[in-house]
């Protein structure tokens, strides 16, 4: 199989049965634990990671994972990859502790530096968002009830996003776990050039997910993450049409550097 075959129906497939998987520890009490950089783990994330990786691997054993949730694999190794699946098995996992329904699965391909096909599956809301890169991105709503065959049927079960093309308001999506002092600026000096701006706010990938849908025109990430937080949303976005920026040069945000921490980034619509 080449990396131009591979099938978005499989992928649907794999992100369903990972979100099957956190959902059995949501309706459950749950224990956390905490990493050395005091983010939170749950048995969520460990499940998910593992049926993810059974599911990535059915499809294609070649293709190397980068998942929050395994190894550590040295650079050295890495660099060498033409492409690889960058994986969040549940990103968000404050919001999955909070319970609010905003964690996500996020699974991403990268060819090059650069994502070309982009997963983004919110088990407690069971909307899905995906896109290739130059073809289109797509949210299909109630997910686990739908039977698809093929990748026509599921583009066709789907909505085309962006789904709002024009607003008279200005919006800007930020975190509600992370709001920086820097996007408080940034939302001033959009204030000072559009008028009245509307601060939407959002947990895990499901950002890039509102500025891809056209709910949002920006969203400003002046605050640290890491490069499997990114991957499925910068693909989704960029499918739409949007961008994804780094805020030190405006050039496109690319993927697979020695340190996996990203830096500050700008999403914007178009």
């Known amino acids: 199989m080449t990396v131009k075959q591979l099938n978005l129906v ?32 749950t048995q969520a994330d460990k499940r998910a990671h593992e049926s993810i990786m059974k599911g990535l691997n059915a499809i294609d054993s070649s293709i190397p994972v980068l998942s929050e949730e395994g190894r550590e694999i040295p650079y050295s190794e890495r660099r060498e990859w ?28 990268i060819e090059g530096k ?12 069971d909307v899905f968002y995906f896109g290739r890169v130059g073809e289109g991105a797509y949210k299909l709503e109630n997910a686990s009830k739908v039977e698809v065959c093929s990748e026509e ?26 709001m920086s002092e820097e996007t408080e600026v940034f939302i001033k000096e959009l204030e000072a050039k559009s008028g009245k701006v509307e601060v939407v706010s959002s947990g895990s990938s499901l950002k890039f997910c509102l500025v891809a ?31 994804v920026t780094r805020y030190e040069d405006d050039e496109r945000f690319y993927y697979n550097r020695e340190n996996l921490l990203n830096g500050w980034f700008l999403v914007q619509r178009s």
């Open 10 to 41: 499989d992928l649907f497939q794999v992100s369903l049965e990972a979100g099957k998987e956190i959902l059995d520890v949501y309706a459950q009490d749950f224990d956390v634990e905490f990493k050395e950089d005091e983010s939170p783990l």
């Open 82 to 109: 033409g492409c690889f699946w960058l994986v969040d098995p549940l990103d968000g996992t404050k919001e999955f502790v909070k319970k609010n329904g905003e964690f996500t699965v996020n699974i991403a391909l």
């Open 114 to 125: 650069y994502p070309s096909i982009g997963i983004i599956y919110a088990p407690a809301l």
């Open 153 to 178: 049927q599921l583009m066709e079960k789907s909505v085309l996003l962006p789904e709002i093309s024009d607003s008279d308001m200005t919006r800007a999506v930020a975190s509600r776990s992370h």
């Open 213 to 243: 849908e056209g709910k949002a025109d920006y969203y400003p990430r002046y605050a640290p993450t890491m490069e499997w937080d990114t991957g499925a949303g910068q693909a989704i976005v960029e499918a739409a049409g949007g961008k």
